[in-house]
């Protein structure tokens, strides 16, 4: 088992914490934590990342004040820092690889928090010591949760949606009719998972189409008009490619939970219909 625990509830578990209370983190969790971001480092589509875990001591938290969050993030008492080679699918696997850290961080006790445009890259690209070919998508906090949520981390929560997530039938199909669970089977879980995953301004853009009579499973992205243009003018990761990453993560962890195999490929079935309002990234095609 990956994280000693089940990943359907790690999945279930996590939220993002904003507001952390200052404990430091205890040594033996930063060596499990450090040795599993060493370890996972090549995403499902091939591309290269690493990662960091910068910590401070409770006397030395002020060491942490010059990576400017804008605000969002209070007290946090480490982060995880990744970097990831400038290829086609980087953004993908960075996000496949991010969220594996992120859930291997929760089954520690640790809360944590997906910063995509919210943080300056210039502090957290020299202590990772960011290079010409390399790209810093995201970043996230690591602690203990305070024990109440501040009424800031409320308001963000209700205002992003935090706790809602869309319907099956907004987010799975076949035949461009949505997906039934019993016409699932055994991904059901795997699927309900995916479903559960955090993007984005809670934007979840991933749409799955299932072909008929096959465990086959093709990825696609709905794209939130003008994001990607916004983004482009802010410098900014095309975060929605690192959604689709964290929704392949959860689905497959899921399914190998399940015993489930598969593999991912890119070869784009031009499927017809709702399809063609979608840009295709990835095909996930179960053994059984």
């Known amino acids: 088992m990956l994280f000693h ?64 969050t804008y605000g969002m993030i209070k007290n946090p008492m480490g982060f995880i820092i990744g970097a990831v080679e400038n290829a086609r699918y980087s953004l993908e696997d960075f996000g496949y690889l991010m ?11 640790l809360g944590t928090c ?27 906090p690591a602690g203990y949760a305070v024990p109440k949520l501040s009424p800031m981390d409320s308001m963000i929560r209700v ?56 465990h086959i499973y093709h990825f696609y992205i709905k794209r939130t008009p003008g994001l990607k243009q916004l983004q482009r003018f802010t410098a900014k990761s095309d975060l929605q490619l690192v959604d689709i990453g964290i929704a392949m993560c959860h689905f497959a962890l899921a399914a190998k939970e399940k015993g489930l195999s598969g593999i991912w490929t890119i070869k784009d079935p031009r499927l017809e219909g709702m399809a063609d309002k979608l840009d295709y990234i990835v095909t996930w095609t179960g053994s059984k």
Request: cysteine-free.
């Open 159 to 214: 205002s992003s949606g935090a706790d809602r997530r869309k319907p099956w039938n907004a987010l799975f199909f076949q035949n461009d009719k949505p997906l039934l669970a019993d016409e699932a089977g055994s991904y059901t879980t795997p699927l309900e998972m995916l479903r559960l995953a955090p993007s984005a301004n809670n934007f979840q853009p991933w749409r799955i189409i299932k072909e008929p009579y096959a």
């Open 5 to 68: 625990k089940s990943v359907t509830d790690i999945i279930q578990q996590r939220k993002s914490i904003r507001s952390y209370s200052g404990t430091p983190i205890e040594e033996d969790k930063k060596e499990a934590l450090r040795k599993f971001l060493s370890a996972n480092t090549i995403g499902p589509l091939g591309t290269k990342a690493r990662f960091i875990f910068i910590t401070a001591a409770q006397e030395d938290s002020e060491s942490l004040r010059g990576l400017i």
């Open 99 to 109: 969220e594996k850290n992120i859930l291997m961080a929760t089954s520690l006790g």
């Open 114 to 140: 997906w910063l995509g445009g919210t943080f300056s890259t210039s502090g957290f690209s020299r202590k990772i010591a960011l290079q010409d070919n390399e790209v810093l998508p995201a970043v996230t």
